[in-house]
């Protein structure tokens, strides 16, 4: 003992003191963090990898939709085109059409037979009712004209916005 | 003789580097050690780099917790337009089955209608189509007295039914004179869609 010296313990002791906290502070602290945030990041990543794939694959669903609606988007364009051909006044209100009116039996069916062969206009409101009171017309030959008290047929379209993301 | 000690003087300085060499020797292996952890943490990186392809785009050479909150950033971003996205698909499926449901409602009409026509006269007093709300049809179906059954009204509601309509009907038979007539109100209980 004599021989190492008092000092000298004191310097070893010093020196490994400097050592462990040296590797606490540069090497363990900084390792545990740095796995901690790997693991924060690759948890995060995956998340968002996963959120990712959900977004495409919800952006592609919305893009089919939007082809088929627009492949038929002409079917306003004709709807205005035969309600115009039958010299019905109606009012356009953006993607809507509505219509107020008495209509002989032959435009009302008209109306009817486009409608129900389509497959983007969705009728939001149909009140129609028979002008005449009909018992007192059934052995009659002609069938009475019909109200319309509301006609509103709107195009089934995709939010633009929303499209373009 | 003199026994002079000529380093006498110079013992301490020795002392002195003799410590600072050890200290400069006992952290070479912590910054060795500091540099592998650096190494490691760049080989996760490029292996989250290449696990992960769309999150790719957003790793570069930042801090770790910058390049997360950039990535938890974007993905409250990717989940908000997803859900944005989804709702505008809910949308347009339920605008679709409702749009093919009026269709089929007044579609079996015509159907029904240019089936009988040449043997019953079929007249339409009221046609009510709202959204959310339950359709309705009023109309008096006539036949002529030969005829036990009212063709056009059967098959109507037995085709609303085969469609997936649940109907409830209220319906009255008049005689008059040569004819049978059946007045008829059909409500299709299509509130939900």
């Known amino acids: ?165 | 003789m003199v026994d002079i000690n000529l380093y006498k003087k110079k013992k301490p300085k020795l002392k002195l580097t003799t410590v600072l060499v050890l200290i400069a020797i006992l952290l070479l292996p912590v910054l060795a050690l500091r540099l592998t952890i650096e190494t490691i943490k760049q080989t996760n990186l490029a292996e989250i780099k290449g696990k992960y392809q769309y999150a790719r785009t957003y790793i570069g050479d930042d801090d770790i917790e910058v390049i997360t909150s950039r990535i938890k950033s974007e993905n409250t971003k990717v989940v908000s337009q997803t859900n944005t996205i989804k709702a505008e698909i809910e949308r347009i499926k339920k605008d679709l089955v409702y749009a093919g449901l009026t269709s089929d409602f007044i579609n079996e009409l015509g159907i029904q209608f240019d089936r009988y026509k040449a043997n019953e006269k079929i007249f339409l007093e009221a046609m009510n189509i709202t959204r959310g709300k339950d359709f309705f049809l009023k109309y008096y179906n006539v036949n002529s007295k030969n005829f036990d059954n009212h063709q056009f009204s059967e098959e109507l509601k037995k085709a609303y039914e085969t469609n997936g309509l649940s109907l409830t009907t209220n319906q009255v038979t008049i005689d008059f004179m040569l004819v049978n007539i059946l007045q008829e109100e059909i409500t299709a209980k299509t509130a939900k869609y």
């Open chain 1, 1 to 165: 003992m004599n021989k190492i010296g008092v000092n000298r313990i004191w310097g070893i002791i010093i020196a490994l003191v400097i050592l462990i906290t040296a590797f606490v502070l540069f090497n363990l602290l900084t390792y545990l963090k740095m796995d901690r945030q790997i693991k924060d990041l690759e948890q995060t990543a995956m998340t968002y990898n996963t959120n990712y794939k959900i977004f495409l694959e919800a952006s592609g669903n919305l893009r089919d939709y939007n082809k088929q609606v627009s492949e038929k988007a002409y079917e306003m364009e004709e709807l205005e085109k035969m309600m115009k051909m039958i010299v019905l006044n109606y009012r356009k209100n953006g993607s809507k059409i509505i219509f107020t009116g008495a209509v002989n039996p032959e435009q009302f069916s008209n109306i009817l037979n486009y409608i129900s062969n389509a497959k983007t206009l969705k009728i939001n409101k149909l009140d129609a009712q028979s002008q005449a009171e009909l018992p007192l017309l059934i052995g009659e030959s002609d069938t009475p004209d019909m109200y319309i008290k509301e006609l509103e047929i709107e195009l089934i379209q995709i939010n633009d916005k929303i499209l373009e993301g």
